[in-house]
């Protein structure tokens, strides 16, 4: 990880970074439901998924988001911090074995309602695909960034 100021007026609308793939595992499902209580049959019940239209078992929609979200965290701005994410949608499944990959894209900039000379948000359209090139999760993430001079 790398640490690199960068300021309100820094982003640009349009700009867009791609990860590298990560391969869904048992293990991650099995983890993920461990932490989270989340023990559903659709994620933990291969024989009762095999009668489903599904036919397999399916990965936390949680577990894919987190995920998704980590895998765009390879740098750090001491001028930024996540404020939240907006408009989630679990589009696909991503089952056992799927390879993920995500694209984020700046889409929006817009200054701080109460704080308008010192503090902005960037907008930044996550889009997760799987290895057919199928989108299975979008999300908007927001962050709460300063401006220079604030």
């Known amino acids: 990880m790398k640490t690199e100021d960068r300021w309100f007026e820094d982003y640009e609308i349009g700009e867009a970074r791609t990860t590298v793939g990560r391969t869904i595992t048992e293990?991650?499902?099995?983890?993920?439901?461990?932490?989270?209580?989340?023990?559903?049959?659709?994620?933990?019940?291969?024989?009762?998924?095999?009668?489903?239209?599904?036919?397999?078992?399916?990965?936390?929609?949680?577990?894919?988001l987190s995920v998704a979200v980590g895998m765009t965290a390879g740098d750090i701005n001491p001028q930024s911090?996540?404020?939240?994410?907006?408009?989630?949608?679990?589009?696909?499944?991503?089952?056992?074995?799927?390879?993920?990959?995500?694209?984020?894209?700046?889409?929006?900039?817009?200054?701080?309602?109460?704080?308008?000379?010192?503090?902005?948000?960037?907008?930044?359209?996550v889009t997760v695909t799987n290895q057919h090139g199928e989108t299975v999760l979008v999300l908007t993430h927001l962050y709460l960034v300063n401006k220079k001079g604030g």
């Open 27 to 64: 293990a991650d499902i099995v983890l993920h439901a461990g932490q989270t209580g989340d023990f559903f049959p659709h994620h933990m019940d291969a024989e009762w998924m095999k009668t489903q239209p599904a036919g397999q078992r399916i990965a936390h929609g949680t577990l894919i």
């Open 81 to 125: 911090m996540s404020y939240g994410y907006d408009k989630i949608r679990f589009i696909k499944p991503v089952f056992i074995g799927d390879t993920i990959t995500v694209r984020a894209e700046i889409t929006e900039k817009s200054d701080h309602k109460r704080m308008p000379q010192t503090h902005g948000y960037v907008h930044e359209l």
